[in-house]
Nanobody, 126 residues
């Protein structure tokens, strides 16, 4: 099993920045791919970014809506994945979830991620 704990959410004004963290533990094989998803109020969950945490099998993956503003990174020594979010906009308001998968091959399909954190709220005011 994999355990994921997110932190770093909060409230910011438009144009501000936040860094989300996801501390992972458990079966390392099942978290070779780590991703961030978000669910805006009243909307369906959507993919944000993903990263290969083992063997650098490819570059980080990003949703078009956040390219150039968000950056996903990892600290393998801490088993932690980060999401640096800059120039936040009101439409970025959502619950952000960290997720883990064996592979990133099916990203952005959330169904390919087997483990999920509890989420951290990000609220951006105009």
């Amino acid at each position: 099993q994999v355990q994921l704990v997110e932190s770093g959410g909060g409230s910011v004004q438009a144009g501000g920045s936040l860094r989300l963290s996801c501390a992972a533990s458990g079966n390392a094989y099942m978290r070779h791919c780590m991703g961030w998803f978000r669910q805006p109020p009243g909307k369906e969950r959507e993919a944000v970014a993903a990263i290969y945490t083992y063997n650098q099998r490819g570059p980080p993956l990003y949703a078009d809506s956040i390219k150039g503003r968000f950056t996903i990174s990892q600290d393998n020594a801490k088993s932690t994945v980060y999401l640096e979010m800059n120039n936040l906009q009101p439409e970025d308001t959502a619950m952000y979830y960290c997720a883990a998968a064996e592979y990133c091959l099916r990203w952005p399909d959330a169904r390919s991620f087997q483990s999920w954190g509890q989420g951290t709220q990000v609220t951006v005011s105009s």
